[in-house]
């Protein structure tokens, strides 16, 4: 089972940032968070992932906080092609990525 | 950046007979690769984990003799839905992990199994 929590839906005006909040409470030491998205029927697509430090790509920064249960994804200036489903998804051990999605956000960007 | 494959993209079959789908790492090597099954509307489900040059492994409630996996070499494993019924209608989706992890996981863009 998924040991992650999501809110099951996020609307975001195009141009402004995007922030989506993930619960991974039980997360330990030496276990990560990945975050991935899903465009309607098209396999889920890496954004990023971290295991403590604050983290940013090209694509999102990730932003974990101290005691690292929970987690926040930030799409800096969302654009209508960022309407997907997000994933977060922890514990993961690295070496070992056995990933167990959740239901995950529903992020809908308004024009 | 490193690509994952599947082909084919979608499928339509007749009820009882078998259906192969394949899963290509393109520019890295996979020693092992994940593969999913999504229903509409839902998340993606863990199948089986498929490690190259040894047995698959099954997630509880998997059937391995009805989803026969095959991982012959370290950029293609394949996955035969056998005996196929319109319940294994779906969205199945593989995942690869690279030789030389870099903690990314690819996946593939899905092939999508009907059932008639």
């Known amino acids: 089972d998924a040991k992650t929590t999501q809110p099951p839906s996020m609307d975001c005006a195009e141009g402004r940032a995007a922030n989506l909040p993930c619960n991974h409470s039980t997360i330990s030491g030496n276990e990560y968070v990945y975050w991935y998205r899903q465009i309607h029927s098209q396999g889920p697509q890496y954004i990023i992932h971290g295991l403590k430090n604050n983290e940013t790509n090209e694509m999102a920064s990730l932003i974990i906080t101290e005691d690292r249960k929970s987690s926040t994804l930030i799409l800096p200036h969302a654009t209508l092609r960022d309407t997907a489903v997000y994933y977060c998804?922890?514990?993961?051990?690295?070496?070992?990525?056995?990933?167990?999605f959740g239901t995950g956000t529903r992020l809908t960007i308004i024009p | 950046g490193a690509v994952v494959s599947q082909h084919p993209s979608w499928v339509i079959c007749k009820s009882g007979t078998s259906v192969k789908i394949e899963c290509r790492s393109l520019d890295f090597q996979a020693t092992t690769m994940f593969w999913y099954r999504q229903f509409p509307k839902q998340s993606l489900m863990l199948m089986a984990t498929?490690?190259?040059?040894?047995?698959?492994?099954?997630e509880q409630g998997v059937e391995k003799d009805k989803f026969l996996i095959n991982h012959a070499s370290l950029t293609l494993s394949t996955l035969t839905v056998t005996s196929a019924h319109p319940e294994d209608s779906s969205f199945y989706i593989c995942?690869?992990?690279?030789?030389?992890?870099?903690?990314?996981?690819?996946f593939g863009e899905g092939s999508r199994l009907t059932v008639l």
């Open positions: 995942s690869a992990r690279r030789q030389m992890n870099t903690g990314e996981l690819f």
């Open positions: 498929s490690n190259e040059g040894s047995k698959a492994t099954y």
């Open positions: 998804i922890a514990p993961v051990l690295f070496g070992n990525e056995k990933l167990t």
